[in-house]
């Protein structure tokens, strides 16, 4: 007689490690075939102070530009479910670190360099998009870790309620172009230049609720984020911008400001709108490498086994911008 086999259950744990174990031996085979490069880096510089933002849901305003009927409406504001940790550097770079690699013949000397008066603690200013990615390669070379630039998204997380809202708060269905042009015009009446526009020394400006110091004083920072325009009703066919490409990218401190990627003066020109920022800046983001991003998918793969059903949210998971 054939015997009736009892079906167990099976468990979330039981599922997730063979994909902890799967995620590993991966990693592992990736480094032995040479699938993933483990170059020995020039350890000839130490990596910059950092922070790590565990993931949390944020609600975050596109930094597109949107328009219906040629009139600028608000960007819709995202609630985001970041699903890995973010490192970022608590400082700007400083023109003492920018400075060696102007020494090394890789960087190309800040614009208003001599303007401070100490460079050890003064971020670097005068620096266009293109130098901030000079010096993130350069800085990856001499520390082993990967640097480069934070997304709109990324500094907005990291900020957090430091992070400016360039909404007007206009209503989307309002007609009259009176009432826009005078919001726009009391929102840049706010956005006046600083009363002294040379560059502080760190800590000048405060410090976020995330542990981020000095944003939104008078550095502006770049972004890996390219400028977007999108005209409401309309079929957009252009997709997301590519930022090797594109020439218009994101800076953010008191507002955001679209600046040339070359423009390193924002006083003498390049802004495409708006009030132009006191100074341009940078700091990076660590990305994370192959191993820890396993991880991460791992983890989120068990929160998702183990939690409840929740609405639909828009997804955030670092480097995959």
């Not at 305003?61 to 009927?69: I, M, S």
């Not at 060696?100 to 190309?108: N, S």
């Not at 670097?124 to 001499?142: K, M």
């Not at 679209?258 to 341009?280: A, Q, T």
Request: net charge negative; with cysteine.
């Amino acid at each position: 007689m054939a015997r009736n086999a009892a079906i167990e259950p099976v468990s979330g744990i039981s599922i997730a490690i063979p994909l902890v174990l799967l995620a590993v031996l991966s990693a592992a085979v990736a480094v032995q075939t040479g699938f993933v490069a483990t170059g020995v880096p020039d350890m000839t510089a130490a990596p910059p102070q950092t922070i790590v933002i565990a993931p949390h849901r944020f609600a975050y305003r596109d930094a597109t530009e949107y328009f219906r009927n040629g009139l600028a409406v608000d960007a819709p504001k995202l609630d985001m479910n970041v699903a890995s940790p973010l490192e970022i550097m608590k400082y700007q770079t400083t023109l003492r670190d920018y400075d060696r690699c102007v020494a090394d013949a890789v960087c190309t000397p800040a614009e208003n360099r001599d303007d401070a008066s100490s460079r050890e603690e003064t971020p670097v200013t005068g620096v266009s998009y293109d130098d901030a990615v000079q010096y993130a390669a350069w800085l990856s070379d001499h520390t082993g870790i990967e640097w480069r630039l934070p997304t709109d998204f990324e500094l907005a997380y990291a900020a957090a309620d430091r992070f400016p809202d360039d909404a007007l708060g206009i209503d989307p269905n309002d007609r009259n172009p009176a009432n826009r042009w005078l919001a726009d015009y009391e929102r840049e009446a706010r956005r006046a230049a600083a009363i002294d526009p040379r560059p502080q020394p760190q800590g000048s400006f405060g410090i976020s609720q995330t542990g981020l110091v000095d944003f939104a004083g008078n550095v502006w920072e770049w972004t890996s984020t390219c400028n977007k325009r999108v005209e409401l009703g309309k079929k957009d066919l252009s997709g997301d911008p590519d930022s090797r490409s594109c020439g218009i990218m994101i800076a953010a401190g008191k507002h955001r400001a679209p600046m040339s990627s070359f423009v390193r003066i924002p006083k003498g020109g390049g802004c495409s709108v708006g009030s132009p920022p006191d100074n341009l800046g940078f700091r990076l983001v660590r990305s994370r490498g192959l191993l820890e991003r396993l991880t991460d998918r791992v983890k989120g793969a068990m929160t998702h086994m183990f939690e409840p059903a929740m609405s639909p949210t828009a997804e955030q998971d670092d480097d995959e911008s």
